[in-house]
């Protein structure tokens, strides 16, 4: 689409002069140039939205700082420069304070200046209409609707749960297993609030080590500590006005829990080297695959803090429970792998669909996504079949059902090879097996 004219009003009852600025701008084509002598003329235009106003200061009907409140009352988007014949500072700081772009004093050089003034105006609008565009995309992009795929009921309580979010500002923890869309949650919650226009800033707590965390959350000043070479805001800064997203909350560090809990509660930080509050405001959103519940028990997470930050809680269910969802993600991946690497649509077949509606799939959403794109990447047809599907229970658990074994036995090697998998955490492999961690122990002295 070819971009629409940059409109520009010329104002001066000089004759000579409106002359002078006309040919001057008129030198790009790209300038749709219309001229005025009057004030009055020009408040009668308005209406065809010019993008910038030229405006004499001294007109004989209406003085500059009057024609230029009458303008940005009437359009805040149009830019004005003032053109003088002298120099008055007062002047100058006066109609800058009430929205001028720029004050040129009539001079031999006003061709250069006012032509450069321009192109930096034009520059400016044509950088804010993309700004605008790309916020656009992204408030489409993250309609939950779109991005967070499934007819499963749980997901219709999701979608319920995503719109009350919406509506007002409360905080929100997202729960849920390890690769269920906490942060595509988190992203569709910001881009359909009201703090849409404003930044999405995302810190992965556990990605971060404790000593570096604080000046990451709040910034510090130049020589706060060594190596302190300039000033840096931090997170909760970046986030101001818009939302913050706490991810792998239950990583926090206890020390620093206290902070985050007063930064909370008085809507303000404090840079590390400073003594100087800044007031901040922006919405949290907290995500965790643990049970924070249980954290606080175990006293390495502070009530106060948990209670601050539940909010409305969002508990993301496993894709096992989430019935033909499977298959829709399936397809949703699929085609989207297609469309980024240009290769041919394909479709699954009856074996690769009954294949993975079988699969548990441990690593949820994230998991079906890589197990996807690497069965596109497999087949070598349009379609695709149980064969292209390879998943991680096949290659950790081989043949286990080609022996003949006692029931206890099949329970045994299933134990051992849980055990070999999450490192012999004995509570993670419980909660897999959905067993209690003494029954893990039990089974454990069968098998030595």
Known sequence: MDEKPFRIFVVEDDEWYNRLLVHNLSLNPDYDIESFTTGKECLDNLHKAPDLITLDYRLPDIKGLEMLKKIKAENEDIQVILISEQSEIEVVVELLKFGAYDYIVKSNDIRERLLNTVQNIRK???????????????????????????????????????????????????????????????????????????????????????????????????????????????????????????????????????????????????????????????????????????????????????????????????LRNRGNDVILLAKHFMNGFCEENGIPAKTLSKSAVDKLLAYSFPGNIRELKSVMELAITLAENDEITNEHIVLENEALMPDITDQEMTLKEYNLRILKKYLEKYNNNTSLVAEKLGIGVATVYRMMKKTK
């Open 124 to 318: 400016g609008e044509r950088l804010k209409r993309e700004v605008i565009s790309l916020r656009s995309e992204v408030k489409k992009k993250y309609s939950y609707q779109n991005t967070i795929v499934g007819n499963s009921a749980a997901i219709q309580e999701i979608y319920s749960s995503i719109e009350k979010a919406t509506r007002t500002g409360i905080s929100v923890t997202i729960t849920g297993e390890t690769g269920t869309g906490k942060e595509l949650v988190a992203k569709a919650i910001h881009y359909n609030s009201s703090r849409s226009d404003k930044p999405l800033v995302a810190v992965n707590v556990a990605a971060i080590p404790h000593d570096l965390l604080e000046s990451e959350l709040f910034g510090f000043e130049k020589g706060a500590f060594t190596g302190a070479n300039y000033r840096r805001i931090g997170r909760f800064e970046e986030a101001h006005g818009g939302t913050l997203f706490l991810d792998e909350i239950a990583e926090l560090d206890i020390a620093l829990q206290a902070k985050l809990l007063r930064a909370l509660q008085e809507k303000e930080i404090v840079r590390i080297g400073s003594n100087k509050p800044v007031k901040t405001d922006c919405r949290i959103i907290v995500a965790t695959h643990q049970n924070l519940q249980e954290l606080v028990l175990k006293k390495t997470f502070r009530q106060d803090l948990y209670y601050r930050l539940y909010g409305l809680h969002i508990e993301l269910p496993p």
